[in-house]
């Protein structure tokens, strides 16, 4: 697979995820559609590192991730502020002791707030590549 297949795998899975994400939202899954929010701008950011390396770090550090796609650096506070809200969201839903946490917390509003940013956020990804 050379990095035009890569990025291509990269960015396919990311707009897959987030169009998941709409449907759990529409269902009220509010917990997992947060949770795809965050794997959206993962993959996304693992597209961006595909340009030019072979394999993304096996990584779910949303900055961790921008730094090593050399856009961490060029984002605006608001994006680097949004990828620290999205970071507790892959954790958190991944494992029970944490759900119910999180879950108190991600109510409709915030949840629909967070689809938006991650929805401004992949296009301007998408950008970059």
Same mark, same amino acid.
């Given at each position: 697979?050379?990095?035009?297949?890569?990025?291509?795998?990269?960015?396919?899975?990311?707009?897959?995820?987030?169009?998941?994400?709409?449907?759990?939202?529409?269902?009220?899954?509010?917990?997992?559609?947060?949770?795809?929010? /965050?794997?959206?701008?993962?993959?996304?950011?693992? #597209?961006?590192?595909?340009?030019?390396?072979?394999?993304?770090? &096996?990584? /779910?550090?949303?900055?961790?991730?921008?730094?090593?796609?050399?856009?961490? =650096?060029?984002?605006?506070?608001? +994006? &680097? =502020?949004?990828? =620290?809200?999205? +970071?507790?969201?892959?954790?958190? #839903?991944?494992?029970? #002791?944490?759900?119910?946490?999180?879950?108190?917390?991600?109510?409709?509003?915030?949840?629909?707030?967070?689809?938006?940013?991650?929805?401004?956020?992949?296009?301007?990804?998408?950008? +970059?590549?």
């Amino acid at each position: 697979m050379n990095n035009i297949d890569r990025v291509k795998y990269w960015i396919d899975l990311a707009t897959d995820d987030l169009s998941t994400a709409k449907i759990l939202f529409k269902k009220r899954k509010l917990l997992f559609s947060g949770f795809l929010c /965050h794997l959206t701008i993962e993959k996304g950011l693992k #597209a961006l590192v595909a340009k030019t390396t072979p394999t993304p770090p &096996k990584s /779910h550090d949303l900055e961790e991730l921008a730094k090593k796609a050399n856009v961490y =650096d060029i984002m605006s506070e608001e +994006q &680097k =502020d949004f990828i =620290d809200t999205l +970071q507790p969201l892959n954790i958190e #839903a991944r494992y029970p #002791a944490y759900k119910e946490n999180i879950s108190s917390s991600l109510d409709k509003t915030t949840c629909k707030e967070i689809l938006k940013e991650t929805e401004i956020l992949l296009k301007w990804i998408k950008t +970059q590549l």
